[in-house]
């Protein structure tokens, strides 16, 4: 089975907050920093630098959060919406578009809202009331927690980032 | 440790500014363009050989030149200088034959800089966009543009470069490229998040880049790159097309080919090695040397600093590039292994140019001279730039300057090698290299003439820089280190062509000097003529057409007018130097030079004086002992000329001595070239003076003749130049022995004090 096409806007609304918590200056970059993740995500390099000619030097220590934040939550929403396509029967075959209504309005929020732009183009709420998306149990977040992790530290992040990163996507996925 | 904290802060001594002379790292670059558009007239050459040349008409010309030849309409009768003058004549209308063959060398050479000017317009904008660098907007990353505009406003550059990132890249760091007009920086996300995190490494990172720009190494290195790129795609591959049937000769030509790539990629990093540290430098001005750019470049990755790993890297150590920032006096000083390249840059493709040159020239020594003028300049860049700002590294920092030996050993190692390496090597031919020679143990005394010539030259130099440094003390000696450069660069052009020459006709010389000895032992029966090496020295008419070239004397004038000039330098200021330091506090107050250009004058007059007196005991002897019949025949005449010589010689190596003796500073083979060329001088007067004052005085007459001044001006000259270059070679050779039994007693002297009383001695 392949796996899913996430909305680039999903993956966005669900890195950002976890940036503002792991790297909260990175914020003013997050658009553009998202927008060349968007355009080719196979052009992120998280090796360090090269030895370049005329370059600084090869800088070994890693950086910037936001481009592995994206990848990670990319990653992870691949994860939770397999697990949520294997709740659809109980929740019905629309559980997974109710999830990302959910995610996206809680990213359109302005209290997250960064300034002056908008991470996607959010879809708006509707009038009448939706069925409730499947929350994910305790073990079920445990376990995207651990996926997470792994992630990012698959991509050389720094332990305690790593960690602080995992927790943050987490715990937007647990509030979404 | 308790006692350390309560010391007093460090205060390290002001840097020496690597940038107040030129560096030798730009005529690196400039050997290796030679080299490769020395290489592009080879293949050119080979190309029309292959493709161009019509081959009947080519061999039906050459043939009318041999029937030419033959038929005797070259020769003028039975002039003895027919036969030479058949030959120039003959070599010429062959040279016209395969002057077609200049068209194609350099159309080649156009096409390859033609292809290199696109390729270096174009690389920078297939690099940007292969990186994914986008254009750094104000909407992004407001803050860090304001940044940026004023760094490049503190670097100097009259223009701004365009500043574009990698958002995706995590690591902090940056990366200059384009071309003169347009320049770019390149920074990743890392670096752009820095500069709200840490704005001080932020602000190092890119000094160093924009260091790049203001040090033109953006422009040279892409340039450099893209003519190595250009003479791949519009040489090397179609002259690999020509050489697919060629059996062994497309093997000897491919690894040449490989040789030269090697040397250009290596010599290529070890040049942006070298400017990365000059970039740390210039970057580390603002902040001083154990600033925010020592904490970065202290924290970058390190590596294997093992040889091979070493020559392939772009960046040094961070370990030396931190040790750089503190201590730039390695940066005034050229290693063994820089001067090896040098010399093989500089003769790989030698022949090659040599080639062209003489389609258009005669003289196989102005062929030499014409050809070895582009590569001795650029080798004295090298090396001659080195050793002025050696002298200036001592000087500022109160260091002793490098030894001069092991730079020009190394340097004639490399000389040795390049001819080796040089695509004209691919065709098998008689002539033997220099280098196979001394293997063979022949050339031995040829690579120690090469190893003394370049000795002597290297070190003239370093003692040049070493007395106008002095002298100019706090000035800026742009025009002294100009004017040195320029004498060392001709002195190299004519100590190269002349020994290519003669070692190209050494066939010739050996011929030469067997008629010479044959002359010797004709003249023996007549007259007393010495022993055969000392006739041979003298009188060797192929020594003499080379050592009577106009421009050798006058470079031996040069020589020691350049050194001794620093007596004219009246106005001398010391003290405060700031051009001349990095850091503030500086201070240039060197001991002034002990020069004295008066003194090897009047020894050299004295000199010459003494030599008039013994052409007058001479010649009385002569008159008095030796019968009329005898002094009448051609035998004896050339003997009498021959000890008139040998004696401005010894009176030459006299002075030269005598100046040797007195001389006290750094360029004392100066003050004694001076005197021996002064000597030398009122010798040729004597010498030529001498049938006009037997004329008049019979007791000092040789032949009977009239008390009329009938000497020709052109038998002077030539004398002038014999006496005057010979001369030169006699004094320095007593010079330097005089020099170093100086330097030995002197030694000596210091061992024995140290000894009665040894260092710290009676101290409390």
């Given at each position: 089975m392949s796996a899913p096409t996430i909305d680039d806007a999903l993956v966005a609304a669900l890195a950002r907050p976890a940036v503002a918590e792991t790297?909260?200056?990175e914020l003013p970059l997050f658009r553009a920093t998202s927008e060349a993740y968007f355009h080719?995500?196979?052009?992120?390099?998280?090796k360090g630098s090269r030895?370049?000619?005329?370059?600084?030097g090869v800088d070994a220590a890693m950086v910037l959060v936001t481009p592995i934040a994206l990848s990670v939550a990319r990653d992870v929403l691949n994860f939770v919406i397999e697990q949520v396509r294997a709740q659809s029967r109980e929740h019905g075959k629309d559980a997974i578009d109710r999830l990302t209504d959910r995610l996206l309005r809680r990213s359109s929020k302005p209290a997250v809202q960064p300034e002056g732009q908008a991470a996607t183009p959010a879809t708006p709420a509707g009038p009448a009331p939706e069925p409730e998306a499947p929350d994910l149990t305790k073990e079920q977040l445990e376990e995207v927690r651990e996926f997470a992790l792994e992630k990012a530290k698959q991509f050389e992040l720094p332990p305690e980032k790593a960690k602080l990163l995992a927790e943050s996507l987490v715990g937007s996925l647990a509030t979404a | 440790m308790i006692a350390e904290q309560g010391a007093p802060p460090d205060t390290p001594r002001p840097r020496p500014n690597p940038f107040a002379f030129p560096s030798d790292t730009t005529f690196r670059f400039a050997l290796l363009v030679a080299a490769v558009l020395g290489a592009t007239l080879y293949v050119w050459n080979w190309m029309w050989t292959a493709l161009g040349a019509d081959t009947e008409k080519v061999n039906a010309a050459a043939l009318a030149c041999l029937a030419k030849a033959q038929s005797g309409s070259f020769v003028d009768g039975i002039d003895p200088l027919a036969i030479a003058r058949s030959s120039d004549r003959f070599s010429a209308c062959v040279q016209l034959t395969y002057r077609d063959a200049t068209w194609w060398m350099l159309g080649g050479v156009a096409l390859v800089l033609t292809v290199a000017s696109a390729l270096t317009v174009i690389w920078p904008r297939l690099k940007e966009r292969r990186a994914g660098f986008r254009p750094l907007a104000a909407e992004d990353a407001p803050e860090a543009l304001e940044a940026l505009a004023e760094l490049s406003r503190e670097a100097g550059l009259r223009r701004e470069p365009r500043w574009v990132w990698q958002?995706?890249?995590?690591?902090a760091t940056g990366l200059a490229f384009g071309h003169p007009g347009r320049y770019a920086v390149g920074l990743t996300g890392g670096l752009v998040v820095r500069q709200a995190t840490d704005p001080d490494a932020f602000r190092a990172i890119v000094r160093h880049e924009l260091a790049h720009i203001r040090n033109r190494d953006v422009g040279l290195t892409y340039a450099t790159l893209s003519l190595w790129y250009a003479f791949l795609l519009v040489a090397v591959v179609p002259f690999a097309f020509t050489l697919l049937d060629e059996g062994t000769f497309a093997l000897s030509v491919t690894w040449r080919l490989a040789a030269l790539a090697a040397l250009v990629y290596l010599t290529r990093n070890a040049v942006l090695r070298s400017r990365e540290i000059y970039a740390d430098v210039r970057a580390s001005?603002?902040?001083?040397?154990?600033?925010a750019l020592a904490r970065v470049v202290g924290s970058l990755k390190g590596r294997s600093d093992r040889l091979p790993r070493r020559l392939l890297a772009l960046h040094p150590s961070p370990e030396r590039r931190v040790a750089a920032l503190r201590?730039?006096?390695?940066?005034?000083t050229i290693t063994a292994l820089e001067a090896f390249a040098a010399g093989l840059a500089a003769t790989i493709n030698f022949d090659s140019v040599n080639s062209l040159v003489g389609w258009y020239l005669d003289d196989p020594l102005d062929v030499a001279t014409v050809a070895a003028i582009v590569f001795a300049s650029l080798l004295v860049g090298v090396v001659g730039v080195a050793l002025w700002r050696d002298g200036f590294g001592a000087l500022a920092s109160r260091t002793p300057a490098q030894a001069v030996w092991p730079i020009g050993l190394a340097l004639v190692a490399g000389l040795l090698v390049g001819p080796e390496l040089s695509?004209?090597?691919?065709?098998?031919?008689d002539d033997a290299t220099l280098l196979r020679d001394l293997l063979d143990g022949k050339g031995l005394l040829w690579v120690g003439a090469l190893v003394a010539l370049v000795l002597l030259l290297l070190d003239w130099i370093a003692a040049g820089a070493s007395v106008w440094l002095r002298a100019e003390a706090?000035?800026?000696?742009r025009g002294a280190w100009t004017a040195g450069l320029l004498v060392a660069a001709g002195a190299l052009t004519i100590i190269l062509g002349a020994f290519y020459t003669l070692r190209e006709f050494s066939e010739a010389i050996a011929f030469s000097k067997t008629l010479t000895a044959q002359q010797h032992q004709q003249v023996s029966e007549v007259a007393a003529a010495g022993p055969e090496w000392l006739w041979q020295f003298v009188m060797d008419p192929a020594t003499l057409l080379v050592i009577r070239r106009p421009l050798i004397p006058l470079a031996i004038v040069l020589l020691w007018a350049f050194p001794l000039?620093?007596?004219?330098?009246?106005r001398r200021q010391t003290g405060?130097?700031?051009?001349?330091?990095?850091?503030?506090g500086g201070r240039l107050d060197p001991d002034r030079p002990h020069v004295r250009v008066l003194r090897p004058i009047a020894i050299g007059l004295a000199g010459g004086v003494a030599c008039l007196l013994a052409y007058v005991v001479y010649r009385g002897s002569i008159h008095a002992f030796v019968d009329t019949g005898t002094r009448a025949r051609d035998e004896f005449i050339l003997t009498f000329v021959f000890w008139q010589i040998v004696i401005a010689l010894v009176a030459q190596g006299v002075a030269g001595g005598a100046a040797g003796v007195f001389a006290r500073d750094r360029a004392r083979l100066a003050e004694v070239l001076c005197a021996a060329t002064v000597t030398g001088s009122i010798a040729t007067l004597g010498l030529v003076a001498g049938p006009f004052a037997g004329g008049c005085v019979?007791?000092?007459?040789?032949r009977p003749g009239p008390?009329?001044?009938?000497?020709?001006a052109d038998f002077t000259w030539d004398i002038w130049r014999q006496v005057v270059a010979q001369g030169a070679v006699v004094a320095l050779l007593v010079g330097l022995v005089v020099v170093g039994a100086r330097a030995a007693i002197g030694m000596r002297t210091r061992e024995r004090a140290e000894e009665l009383h040894p260092a710290g001695a009676g101290l409390p």
């Open positions: 790297a909260p200056e080719d995500p196979g052009s992120l390099t998280t030895d370049a000619m005329l370059g600084f | 958002p995706l890249q995590t690591a001005a603002a902040d001083g040397p154990r600033g201590d730039t006096r390695p940066l005034f695509l004209a090597g691919a065709v098998p031919g706090a000035r800026r000696a000039a620093v007596v004219l330098v009246r405060d130097a700031p051009w001349a330091f990095l850091d503030q019979d007791r000092v007459s040789i008390c009329t001044w009938d000497v020709s």
